[in-house]
Antibody
Framework: QVHLVESGGGVVQPGRSLRLSCAAS????????MHWVRQAPGEGLEWVAD????????FYADSVKGRFTISRDNSKNTLHLEMNSLTVEDTAIYYC?????????????WGQGTLVTVSS | QSVLTQPPSVSAAQRQKVTISCSGS????????VSWFQQFPGTAPKLLIY???KRSSGIPDRFSGSKSGTSATLGITGLQTGDEAKYFC???????????FGGGTELTVL
């Protein structure tokens, strides 16, 4: 069965960087687009970024464009999110999700999330 | 302020039916498929409906989705207390080039 496990979250000061990872199993990772979605405490869902099956296409939310970079390693079945210049507004649970392509909202499996807290 | 608009809360009695609306625009719901997600407190969202009206694997047929113009609707029949959760709609926005979510609707089963 599909299994997505995020890691790399923690407490970080404003302006610093953090790298999240998502280990995937139970499906052919290299065949599917992947997404990051975040949820601030007590708030709704906010899509962050996605990457095509081969890494050739990437899209970002305006709120993270230029600061976050999504990438993947198909040889290791792993998705990454490099987050730079973090602000308190980036505090959230970050979920990775398996998608049926980029530019779609068809996210059929989600990990349990990793909490990122940006605080001085 | 979410791009897709959902009512903050809805309620209905057990065994009754409820609908949750999701209103958008031509660039999102009007031209792309809609997905619906269910989220219980402290857990990850779960896909219920994709491509506007298709149930995800394992989702009972009490759950249904529809779309008309720039609005979408999630229907749940035979309500159970276990359906109490927050429900989110989502769609790709072809103008913004992002996935947009609704703000979520809290369902209470009386």
């Amino acid at each position: 069965q599909v299994h997505l496990v995020e890691s790399g979250g923690g407490v970080v000061q404003p302006g610093r960087s953090l790298r999240l990872s998502c280990a995937a199993s139970g499906f052919t990772f290299r065949n599917y687009a992947m997404h990051w979605v975040r949820q601030a405490p007590g708030e709704g869902l906010e899509w962050v970024a996605d990457i095509s099956f081969d890494g050739g296409n990437k899209f970002y939310a305006d709120s993270v464009k230029g600061r976050f970079t999504i990438s993947r390693d198909n040889s290791k079945n792993t998705l990454h999110l490099e987050m730079n210049s973090l602000t308190v507004e980036d505090t959230a649970i970050y979920y990775c999700s398996k998608g049926h392509g980029v530019a779609v909202a068809h996210l059929d499996f989600w990990g349990q999330g990793t909490l990122v807290t940006v605080s001085s | 302020q979410s791009v897709l608009t959902q009512p903050p809360s809805v309620s209905a009695a057990q065994r009754q039916k409820v609908t949750i609306s999701c209103s958008g625009s031509r660039s999102n719901i009007g031209s792309n498929f809609v997905s619906w997600f269910q989220q219980f407190p402290g857990t990850a969202p779960k896909l219920l409906i994709y491509d506007s009206d298709k149930r995800s694997s394992g989702i009972p047929d009490r759950f249904s989705g529809s779309k008309s113009g720039t609005s979408a609707t999630l229907g749940i029949t035979g309500l159970q207390t276990g359906d109490e959760a927050k429900y989110f709609c989502a769609a790709w926005d072809s103008s913004l080039n992002v996935v947009v979510f609704g703000g979520g609707t809290e369902l209470t089963v009386l």
